[in-house]
């Protein structure tokens, strides 16, 4: 199964700004640290994969925080969809495959404005590097899975790439992007629920992994915020659960055939 997941790129606040913000809103989500002036938030609802859910997000957080905020959805690995608010107004929307949910799909990628992305996220003069990323197809000079394309497009704007390809049920199920801490992430609103399946139109979920980065969370966090444990959700079981009852007759018929070659054991 490829990759599902949301989330929204912050350039301007810093996490605990951000983290207050959604808890007053009494909103379940995920904060990363802020990292050379980005932040990302990682929403529960959104995993749903409901373009409008995401873009009312993306619209409220750009809005109510006075930023740009960039709104993702990736979608089994073969879609990116994109959408780039700015004072609280969609100035941007792209998709890396139009007409993948029809199954009419198009020539190549639609929208994306290289100029408003560029200077959205302070990276003037890549214009050029970001169009191209925007524009690649899914062929052998392009981008064959949209995670790529999207770590591309956030290193071309200065965005740490790792941030971008996680979304709040992978984190939930500790999935921490390669090279930062889960400790350097707060949660906010309810805490985490078993997970399950999507009720969008957008369809189901799977994701990164790794260890300490700078940004760490406040030392007292407001009301409503937590320093969340990213881990396996409570209740939910893990491949070694279900392969371990499998294997074991595998070692015990193994250990008899060394022992019978060893002439430990004789045949009768």
């Not at 409901?50 to 957080?61: A, C, H, N, Q």
């Not at 003069?125 to 970001?130: D, I, K, N, P, T």
């Not at 915020?225 to 396996?232: C, K, S």
Request: net charge negative; charged share 15%; aromatic share 6%.
């Amino acid at each position: 199964m490829g990759s599902f997941y949301t989330n929204v790129t912050l350039r301007g606040p810093e996490q605990p700004q951000v983290a207050e913000y959604l808890a007053s809103r009494n909103r379940q989500t995920i904060v990363s640290p802020t990292v050379e002036g980005v932040t990302v938030v990682y929403d529960a609802i959104t995993e749903s994969q409901d373009p409008d859910t995401l873009t009312s997000l993306g619209r409220e957080l750009s809005a109510q925080l006075d930023c740009p905020a960039l709104a993702a959805l990736c979608h089994d690995d073969d879609v990116l969809w994109l959408q780039l608010h700015v004072d609280g107004r969609l100035v941007d929307e792209y998709d890396s495959t139009p007409g993948y949910f029809d199954g009419t799909p198009a020539g190549g990628p639609e929208g994306g404005d290289a100029e408003a992305l560029c200077a959205a996220f302070g990276a003037g003069g890549r214009a050029g590097e970001v169009e191209d990323i925007l524009r690649r197809g899914p062929d052998f000079v392009g981008y064959t899975f949209a995670p790529q394309r999207h770590k591309a497009l956030a290193s071309a704007l200065g965005i740490p790439p790792a941030l971008v390809t996680a979304g709040y049920d992978y984190l939930t199920r500790g999935e921490v992007p390669a090279g930062f801490n889960p400790a350097h992430f707060v949660h906010t609103g309810p805490p985490p629920q078993p997970l399950a399946q999507p009720a969008g139109p957008w369809g189901p979920m799977a994701g990164p992994g790794g260890p300490g980065v700078p940004g760490g969370p406040q030392a007292s966090p407001p009301p409503g915020v937590g320093h969340i444990h990213i881990g396996p959700t409570p209740g939910a079981g893990c491949c070694g659960c279900l392969v371990a009852p499998l294997l074991l007759p595998l070692v015990g018929l193994w250990s008899a055939l060394v022992l019978r070659r060893s002439g430990t054991i004789n045949e009768e």
